[in-house]
């Protein structure tokens, strides 16, 4: 017999929220565990590194809670907090009993945070199954609560033009034609967040956005780690816009999409922070945000090339 799983999720966004640079007492949690934490300063990563925050848990039910789960999220649904994009580290533990307590920590870096600042929710999910009716009912309950950080630190180390410039990884060199080939990419980890060093995504499944100069031809793609199909569009937001369809081809081996009307594209995607993509794939759809701060930042970079963003 096969038995029937049916998905509940159910969310209650908190109304806090958190005023700037604040220390104070700290609760969250609107179902049995709730996090807390005595006096806890909301203070942003500093650039190149990561910030550490640290509370405690307790399960207030008088029953086991089977799996809870904690993170910094992006709402990615335009409000319905439906779709979210994971942009920390994950605290997770199974089987918390009644009335136990424990410590979670969860790192959050400079690179996950500059791409969403004013949009990051503290987000704990608590898991349990039953069977019902010949079948598994998973209830995910779920409780948001936005955060307002303080300012990021400046330092005389870090001047704004190196902090713009955290989202690419900008290569520039002679081809084995003597052409000057420019290629700015940044990446995307699925349930990790955004990073702009090949070393770092090489480490998961990753996509991969390009910005390419070659021949004075100007290209926009992304490599895809599952195959995509022969469609030709995709939907596509810039910032906090409104989703748009647009024109795509695919790779002959369909592990990229290249977007028509490129200079369009370009000049929406410098004048924002994320560009999110949904393309279709034979088992499903494929999705993916990126951070594009600083692109425009490399304009001469890519005018010497021949190419204009």
Not at 152 to 157: D, L, P
Not at 165 to 178: L, N, R
Not at 215 to 235: G, I, M
Request: charged content about 15%; some cysteine; overall charge positive.
């Amino acid at each position: 017999m096969k038995l029937r799983a049916v998905l509940i999720a159910v969310i209650v966004l908190g109304s806090l929220i958190i005023p700037t640079a604040s220390v104070s007492a700290f609760t969250f949690g609107s179902y049995c565990i709730k996090l807390s934490s005595p006096g806890i300063k909301w203070q942003a990563p500093k650039v190149g590194v990561s910030e550490v925050y640290n509370f405690e848990y307790v399960n207030t039910c008088q029953k086991t809670i089977p799996s809870f789960q904690v993170d910094f999220a992006e709402d990615i649904s335009g409000g319905s907090f439906s779709q979210w994009n994971t942009i920390s580290e994950i605290f997770t533990a199974q089987d918390i009993v009644a009335g136990e307590r424990g410590k979670v920590q969860i790192t959050f870096s400079y690179a996950q945070y500059i791409s969403t600042q004013n949009k990051i929710y503290l987000r704990s999910v608590e898991s349990e199954s039953e069977l019902s009716g010949g079948g598994t009912n998973t209830t995910n309950n779920i409780s948001v609560q936005q955060v307002t950080f303080s300012a990021t630190a400046s330092s005389n180390n870090s001047p704004t033009s190196t902090i713009l410039k955290t989202a690419w990884d900008v290569e520039s060199k002679v081809d084995d034609f003597g052409s000057l080939r420019v290629i700015a990419a940044s990446y995307f980890i699925p349930g990790v967040g955004t990073s702009n060093s090949f070393d770092e995504a090489n480490d998961y499944v990753h996509f991969s956005l390009y910005v390419r100069c070659q021949d004075k031809k100007l290209e926009v793609y992304v490599n895809t780690p599952r195959l995509v199909d022969n469609s030709t569009s995709a939907l596509v937001k810039f910032g906090n816009g409104s989703a748009k369809s647009w024109p795509i081809t695919s790779s002959t081996d369909n592990e990229a999409i290249f977007f028509g009307r490129t200079a369009t594209l370009i000049s929406s995607m410098v004048k924002t922070s994320k560009f999110y993509l949904r393309a279709s794939g034979p088992k499903g759809y494929l999705t993916a945000n990126f951070n594009t701060v600083g692109l425009i930042s490399y304009r001469n970079t890519f005018k010497k090339s021949g190419c204009k963003i």
